[in-house]
């Protein structure tokens, strides 16, 4: 049995999906479902058990009915995902704590343990994107959902267990099953809507000498190769950390250019200020370094325009279809 947390979440549904598309069911979802809407991320998919977070806690830290189930790893997307959270307690509690009893549990019990981390963690990019660990000491991380990330990955790293599990270094995820993430949602989404309702996109302007409107890069990737590169991760019992991108960074406006084009709509886009609560905490660029990634995966990823065309035309169009969705 594969448990995955974070089940009902964006990347961790798209990862039941892809298990499911592979012929795995044995899988115990856990999650913390509360008042928003992404339970409707599970109703397309195959799984044996549903729990919440802290009923899986409970069993980590009480019995051995994990063990007694056979269960081989754990895939840990369970996370506050939201850059803009405050809650500085809370983001340890829930991204930091949690983290490291799972990683724990598996370590002791000689079980897989992949988990998520961030691109968030390299702040604002100075440091450079490479994901050797020798690395994690330099990076200054630019809000605290960064920094709760950055503390596993330092807490790993000083614990000697990242020859023991493994983590992936997401820079910016889009597709389908991230409906419910509301203002955390992917610029695509949002475009997406934004330009079916108005006809038109906003972007923030740039507020840095030599980088003009829309010209702030990121490395944006498909949930599909996320998901698919996890996976590999997982399978391969490969173990450290490993960014998870593209390796190219594109602009936000060849991603509107993207969009417009998969709705067969002439480019409009305005560019407007930017808040100043986040001014000072943007990143104008971020570039995964994959040669760490691409000594073991091989399979092709999806350019920006194919991911964006992928995502909009078979399931924004269709009306927000699920994956795993017939």
Not at 67 to 96: P, Q, R, W
Not at 158 to 172: H, Q, S, W
Request: charged share 30%; proline share 2%.
């Amino acid at each position: 049995m594969i448990i995955v947390t974070g089940a009902s979440g964006f990347i961790g549904s798209a990862i039941v999906s892809e298990l499911n598309r592979r012929g795995i069911t044995d899988i115990l979802c856990v999650d913390s479902l509360k008042t928003d809407e992404k339970w409707k991320n599970l109703v397309n998919l195959k799984f044996n058990d549903y729990e919440e977070k802290e009923v899986l806690l409970k069993r980590v830290f009480f019995d051995d009915v994990l063990l007694k189930n056979g269960v081989e790893g754990i895939i840990h997307m369970g996370a506050c995902s939201a850059t803009t959270e405050k809650d500085a307690s809370f983001l340890i509690d829930n991204n930091y704590k949690y983290t490291q009893l799972l990683a724990k549990w598996c370590v002791r019990n000689s079980k897989k343990f992949v988990y998520a981390s961030s691109a968030a963690t390299y702040g604002d990019g100075s440091k450079g994107f490479d994901d050797g660990h020798n690395a994690l000491e330099t990076l200054k991380p630019l809000n605290m959902y960064g920094y709760s990330k950055h503390l596993f990955d330092l807490w790993a790293f000083r614990k000697g267990m990242l020859d023991r599990i493994a983590g992936l270094k997401y820079t910016n995820v889009f597709g389908p099953n991230e409906y419910h993430k509301d203002d955390m949602r992917s610029v695509v989404h949002k475009a997406y809507d934004q330009i079916k309702e108005t006809g038109k996109l906003k972007l923030f302007k740039s507020y840095r000498d030599g980088c003009a409107d829309g010209e702030q890069k990121r490395d944006f990737v498909y949930v599909k190769d996320a998901v698919n590169m996890t996976l590999h991760i997982y399978e391969s019992g490969l173990k450290g950390i490993y960014n998870c991108g593209t390796g190219k960074a594109r602009s936000w406006n060849s991603l509107a250019a993207a969009v417009f084009k998969s709705l067969g709509t002439k480019p409009a886009i305005e560019y407007i200020d930017m808040p100043e609560a986040i001014r000072d905490k943007y990143q104008y660029f971020t570039e995964a370094k994959m040669d760490k990634m691409y000594e073991s995966y091989r399979d092709k990823l999806f350019t920006l325009e194919e991911g964006v065309d992928d995502y909009v035309k078979n399931y924004l169009l269709p009306g927000q279809k699920y994956l795993g969705e017939v």
